[in-house]
């Protein structure tokens, strides 16, 4: 304890620090101070220039970092906008698929069991059945061409439907109970389009069956129901008249062969006998 006082006690004098010349021996500053305040004065230079290091060293990489920002800044408003976009898409694509369940008014689904169609359902022989055109639908496509020839067509837009399938109806439509028609018809009757478009849906309900939903022009969606097989797969193009599926008897609601047809216009049920006939 004695020794740190004394050790104290010479770092606590004063002493008179000088600078010279030494050609002339002149002296140029001088001043009293002690070791303690020399010592002291060196550790705040050497702390103050370790901190102006550091912040030089940090204002460099902060430059740096800030052209790095905003390079990833540019990159994220870029993905930002293709995942807006994707998401626009995604919702468009699920509102249509909400529009065709409550157009199918069942719940349809999600895993498809045994009953389902399966590929060889798809692959169907067709070469024996009666898959060609009546003599109406040949006068519809006649009619058509003439139309087309005339620039009649450019002028009003004017739509042919034709039959699904010939038979005898044996239930009406009605908008509210029954959004649609039975018709029954003869065994193993082809199905066909009753107008250009593509294939929206195919799969299996259980009160109606085996479904084929097809997507027409000008807001029109024909539905097709309780079919024992179905001949195409979902994004088929179709022309009007051609084979779709063949007359069943699949699903709950079915009590004997028939074709339970729908036609929608703007997400509304409307009258298929309005718009085609099913007689023989």
Known sequence: MQKLKSVLSRLSKNLK???TNPETFKEVLSFNSNWVR???LTLILLLGTALFSIFLVGGFDSLFNNEQALVQRGDLEEQSTKIETLYSKIEAQENYINNIKSILNAEIQQTLTSDTLMPDLIAVDVSGMDSKQTDAEKNLSQKIKDDMSTGLSKQKSIIYFGEPVTGVVSQEFNAESHPGIDIITKKEQIVKSCLA?????VGFTRKDGNVVIVEHQDGYISIYKHNKRVLKKVGA?????DPISIVGNTGENSDGPHLH???WHDQKAVNPKEYMSFKH
Request: charged content about 10%; glycine content about 10%; overall charge neutral.
């Open 17 to 19: 620090f000088s600078i």
């Open 38 to 40: 020399v010592f002291s």
């Open 197 to 201: 478009g593509t294939v929206v849906y």
């Open 237 to 241: 193009k179709l022309q009007l008249g």
């Open 261 to 263: 047809f729908e036609l």
